[in-house]
């Protein structure tokens, strides 16, 4: 068995018996991507030369007793909008093709701090505006179940590189379903933690009150490790909570005896394929029968979400992508005489269409005389969609459904209409709406593609979330699958 | 009825900043439009009394003491800038 089909706890213990050096992961990690990679194509940087050397001075430091740090030595893939000093990030587009970030994110330092070594950079739609990651200007990242599928995104190159065994876990980004839906497609555990939960300092901005950093890992266990290492109040985010973070690995007991759970009828409803409504069905059961108790609720207003959603993460959108105008970094064209001239060139050929089309959307809806009629009144009815929220949870600790809709599609199939590609977030856009935490963990297969099941709790409430989602997880073996690719194994 | 004109796409691409062909103008148009009418269902709730949601935690002002930091270098600020001459950044003329 690979190495990095090893949880982390049986990493972590390999490594302090000494088992295993730092170097023997970090060599593997390598080797799987130059086997798989060229397939799945989920990588867009690969970082092997200052990797290969970290992984040397830990296996000194560790000759010396000096071994240290919750993920000591463990290899990590970081999602391409997530800035690395000196490590080449692009966020997937080409305006950003040659950006070399002179400092690290808050989730960087952190991960240094906990010991990770990170190994290369993922592929995403542009920008993190996509559900395919067909978006990317750079390549499409194809699913490792199925190479005729999307990975989903806009995090599939997180996802379908720990899906491929290419790492051992990795970070992705979600502002409407872009940690859970990969997660769910590619058949491994996805969260998208409370907003405020993890600093998003260093997070090339899209939607800046949606948007989390988030794990995504083969276990639940693997995911708790990450966000407890990534998670926490931060000087440089004044949107991060001063909220304590809790041992989340410690809150997964298997016990979830009374655990009360809401079904949302809206959930199972029209447009849900016919093998995620049994998948999803199926793991109610079990759930039942590990003590928890269910009842259908509503959330009424889920089916204005989207609406609301893409209004409002374009207003944002476009404001936060003003930054990209050819002047202190990123793309600049050639072809110019005035500035003005170089903002509309640089941008206009720095940006594939998805992004312009977002940003003239958002302009559009703040621009004067339409504010009142789309921004404000999509910000109403995000008050709503909240407060559906809050009242399921005054009775129920989780809310359980699908992440999407169907499993993956194929690549092509709704590249034409923007509006059928968004429809496929429609279950995870609420969430971020809300702004409660949710994860995604495998439940079934559809024609050998996977399918998510998604579990939604209160504000800054992911321990039961882990809770609820480990036991699911130990009682069924949905997570030990794993995918067969040319040239893996 | 078409919600959004020609001109208006025009409008609000220089608005943003963004130089569009007459065909990506037409293209964009027939795109917003179909968002924008679709975004409008929004207009079957009624939201009279509804308060508008920025962000779903309560936020507060995060101040600090107001001493003086390092910022970035200079050179290292320079390093990804497409265009720079001695410790400035430089961009095409702006006046005609």
């Known amino acids: 068995m690979s190495l990095l089909e090893q949880r982390v706890s049986e990493l972590k213990s390999l490594l302090e018996k000494k088992e295993i050096k730092v170097s023997d992961l970090i060599e593997e990690s390598f080797k799987r991507i130059s086997e798989t990679d060229p397939e799945i194509k989920a990588f867009l940087t690969l970082n092997e030369e200052e990797a290969k050397k970290q992984a040397a001075l830990l296996d000194e430091q560790a000759v010396k007793g000096k071994a240290g740090g919750a993920l000591w030595g463990l290899p990590i893939g970081i999602k391409d909008n997530i800035v690395t000093k000196n490590l080449r990030t692009t966020s997937g587009s080409r305006i950003l093709e040659n950006f070399n970030p002179i400092y690290d994110a808050t ?19 542009e920008f ?4 395919s990651n067909e978006n990317s200007a750079f390549q499409k990242t194809l699913n490792p179940w199925n190479p ?39 058949g491994v555990v996805g969260l998208k933690p409370t907003y405020g939960r993890v600093s998003r300092f260093g997070l090339i901005a899209f939607a800046s009150s949606l948007e989390q950093i988030g794990p995504i890992t083969r276990t639940v266990e693997d995911n708790a490790y990450l966000l407890e290492a990534i998670a926490g109040l931060d000087a440089m985010d004044s949107t991060s909570a001063d909220v304590g973070v809790p041992k989340y690995s410690e809150s997964l007991t298997g016990d979830i005896k009374g655990l009360k759970i809401g079904v949302p009828k809206e959930y199972l409803g029209e447009g849900i394929s016919e093998d995620v409504r049994n998948s999803v069905l199926s ?33 944002e959108a476009s404001a936060n992508l003003a930054r990209f105008d050819g ?22 050929e720095g940006f594939g269409e998805e992004v312009k089309r977002r940003i003239m959307l958002g302009t559009f809806a703040l621009s004067s005389g339409y504010y009142d009629a789309y921004y404000k009144k999509a910000q109403q009815v995000r008050t709503l969609i909240k407060q559906d929220f809050e009242k399921v949870f005054e009775k129920y600790d989780v809310i359980v459904g699908p992440t999407a809709p169907t499993p993956a599609f194929r690549i092509g199939e709704k590249t034409k209409d923007p509006l ?25 297969f559809s024609n050998g593609l996977p399918i998510g099941l998604q579990i939604i709790g209160r504000h800054f409430d992911e321990s039961t979330v882990y809770r609820a989602a480990h036991a699911f997880e130990q009682a069924t073996d949905f997570h030990k699958q794993k995918p067969v690719m040319e040239g893996g194994k | 009825m078409s919600r959004i004109s020609a001109d208006q796409v025009k409008h609000v691409a220089n608005l943003a900043r963004l130089a569009v062909t007459e065909e990506e103008t037409e293209t964009l148009r027939k795109e917003l439009d179909a968002i924008i009418s679709f975004a409008e269902q929004l207009n079957e709730l009624d939201t009279k009394n509804v308060e508008p949601t920025s962000h779903v935690l309560e936020m507060k002002n995060v101040l600090r003491e107001d001493k003086a930091e390092n910022g970035l270098p200079i050179a290292e600020v320079l390093k990804n800038a497409p265009d720079s001459k001695d410790g400035h950044i430089r961009v095409p003329s702006i006046i005609d």
């Open chain 1, 107 to 125: 989730v960087m330092q952190k991960l240094h701090k906990a010991g990770t070594i990170t190994i290369g950079k993922l592929n995403m739609d």
């Open chain 1, 128 to 131: 993190g505006m996509g559900s």
């Open chain 1, 148 to 186: 005729e599928y999307v990975p989903g995104g806009s995090s599939g190159g997180s996802a379908a590189a720990v899906a491929s065994g290419e790492v051992l876990f990795s970070l992705g980004s979600d502002t409407g379903g872009s940690i859970r839906q990969p997660a769910a497609y590619c």
């Open chain 1, 283 to 315: 793991a109610l059961k079990v759930l039942e029968g590990l003590g928890a108790e269910w009842e259908e609720v509503s959330l009424p207003h889920s089916k204005y979400a989207l609406s609301a959603y893409y209004l409002l993460s374009s207003s």
């Open chain 1, 327 to 348: 002047v202190r970094y990123g793309y600049r064209t050639d072809n110019a005489k005035t500035l003005l001239e170089m903002y509309k060139n640089t941008r206009s």
């Open chain 1, 420 to 444: 059928t590609m968004y429809a496929n977030d429609i279950l995870t856009i609420p969430v971020n709406l809300a702004g409660v935490p949710g994860i995604s963990v495998p439940c079934g």
